[in-house]
C-alpha cells in the first residue's frame, strides 16, 4: 500500500485549554478504499516566529522519516484560521513539488493549492450543507459545505468541473499530478465509485 500522509483539522477547546489534531474516521476509510495507508500530520512540527523566520525543522524529518508517497489535504477549518496548519500545508506542499509527489486536496486542502499558486478566495452562498450537480470533466452529484471559493482558476491549473451557479468545484495542476475537490468524499454513505477511481489514477494505484 502507498502511504500518503494526510492534514489534519484543528479544534481548540478553550475549557481545557486544549488545540487537537483531528481527522474524520471517514477519511482515513476513504483512503483505505482507494488502498492508499493514512498517515496523520502533526501541525506544531513547523514552527515560525512572528516575522516568519523558521523555529523548528521537525515536519522536515517527519517527512524523511515517513517518506509518503502521496499527500492529501483534508477539510475543515477556514484557510488563515489556524496559522500551524496553514504553515503546515504550505511545507507539505512545497515537499510535494520538490518530489513530484500527487496531491489531493479536499475542500479547504483545494482552496489551499489554489492559494500558494497565488489565487484567491471569495465568500461563497447556498454551498454549506447541501447538495448539487457539478459538470465539466467531472460530472457528479456531489455533497456541499464550503462558505467560500475560487474567486478565479490559479495559473498553471484547470478547471475540471464547476457547480450549477459557476462556482470551481475541481481543479487540476497543468503539469503536477495535483487535483482539489471542493466536495468531501468521505462524507458520502456509500464512497462514490466515479471518486475512488479518480484518486486511483491520481495517486497511481493499480
Known amino acids: 500500500m502507498k502511504i500518503v500522509a494526510v492534514s489534519q483539522r484543528v479544534d481548540v477547546f478553550p475549557e481545557r485549554g486544549e488545540s487537537r489534531d483531528a481527522?474524520?474516521?471517514?477519511?482515513?476509510?476513504?483512503?483505505?478504499?482507494a488502498g492508499l495507508l493514512p498517515v496523520p500530520v502533526p501541525n506544531v512540527l513547523a514552527l515560525q516566529t512572528p516575522d516568519g523566520e523558521q523555529t523548528d525543522n521537525a515536519l522536515h524529518e517527519w517527512l524523511n522519516a515517513v517518506a509518503p508517497q502521496a499527500i492529501v489535504?483534508?477539510?475543515?477549518?477556514?484557510?488563515?484560521?489556524?496559522?500551524?496548519?496553514?504553515?503546515?500545508?504550505?511545507?507539505?506542499?512545497?515537499h510535494a513539488r520538490a518530489h513530484c509527489l500527487p496531491v489531493l486536496g479536499i475542500c479547504r486542502g483545494m482552496q489551499m493549492?489554489?492559494?500558494?499558486?497565488?489565487?484567491?478566495?471569495k465568500p461563497v452562498t447556498g454551498h454549506v450543507r447541501t447538495?448539487?450537480?457539478?459538470?465539466?470533466?467531472?460530472?457528479?452529484?456531489?455533497?456541499?459545505?464550503h462558505g467560500?471559493?475560487?474567486?478565479?482558476c490559479p495559473k498553471e491549473f484547470a478547471v475540471l468541473?464547476?457547480?450549477?451557479?459557476?462556482?470551481?468545484?475541481?481543479?487540476r495542476h497543468l503539469s503536477l499530478p495535483w487535483e482539489g475537490w471542493m466536495?468531501?468524499?468521505?462524507?458520502?454513505?456509500?464512497f462514490a465509485a466515479?471518486?475512488?477511481?479518480?484518486?486511483?489514477?491520481?495517486?497511481?494505484?493499480s
Open 23 to 33: 481527522l474524520d474516521q471517514r477519511l482515513i476509510t476513504f483512503l483505505l478504499s
Open 73 to 94: 489535504l483534508s477539510g475543515g477549518n477556514d484557510v488563515g484560521q489556524c496559522r500551524a496548519r496553514d504553515l503546515t500545508e504550505t511545507r507539505l506542499l512545497d
Open 113 to 121: 493549492i489554489a492559494q500558494c499558486a497565488g489565487g484567491e478566495l
Open 131 to 145: 447538495r448539487h450537480k457539478v459538470s465539466g470533466q467531472i460530472t457528479a452529484d456531489v455533497n456541499s459545505y
Open 148 to 152: 467560500f471559493s475560487l474567486a478565479a
Open 161 to 171: 468541473a464547476r457547480s450549477e451557479d459557476g462556482e470551481i468545484e475541481a481543479i
Open 183 to 190: 466536495w468531501h468524499p468521505e462524507r458520502e454513505e456509500a
Open 194 to 205: 466515479h471518486d475512488v477511481h479518480r484518486l486511483k489514477q491520481l495517486f497511481d494505484i
